[in-house]
């Protein structure tokens, strides 16, 4: 049985999320020992370490939810889960392009500053209107 500092150290989450995953439902109740401590076994810790990777790949806490639960049934087809991880990959294909506008947009901001004095700072030009961008890497993007 494993404490829940161990977890934490082998999984590389904190303490306090490990609990907060607990209070929400996400890792089962662990059992307690005599004094209270909470002990785990080693499905808690490939449970957690699941989690943990899947937050690590940008996985939401209701599609680790839902992955999880369709787990607990193995002989279903995958079908629904190929969704969900389609469904996370085309949002981190958006935040992509949205990072390359914004590489876009600063490295030309920076590109166009003469190195002059503050009041003709052409990224300060830029940040001041929107419209001087030449894309839309707005978060809505």
Do not use: N, W
Request: hydrophobic letters at 35%; one cysteine or more.
């Amino acid at each position: 049985m494993l404490s829940i500092g161990t977890m934490a150290k082998r999984t590389g989450s904190k303490v306090q999320t490990i609990r907060y995953y607990e209070e929400i439902g996400l890792m089962p109740a662990p059992e307690r020992s005599e004094g209270g401590q909470r002990r785990y076994d080693q499905a808690a810790l490939d449970r957690l370490s699941f989690i943990r990777h899947a937050r690590d790949l940008g996985f939401s806490l209701g599609a680790i939810r839902e992955l999880i639960d369709l787990s607990d049934t193995p002989d279903h087809a995958c079908a629904h889960i190929d969704a969900i991880a389609h469904k996370q990959l085309k949002a981190v294909e958006a935040k992509l392009r949205r990072l390359r506008a914004l590489q876009g947009e600063l490295k030309r901001m920076i590109s166009e500053c003469s190195g002059g004095t503050v009041a003709e700072c052409r990224v300060l030009e830029v940040l001041r209107d929107h419209g001087e961008c030449l894309s839309d890497h707005s978060a809505d993007a």
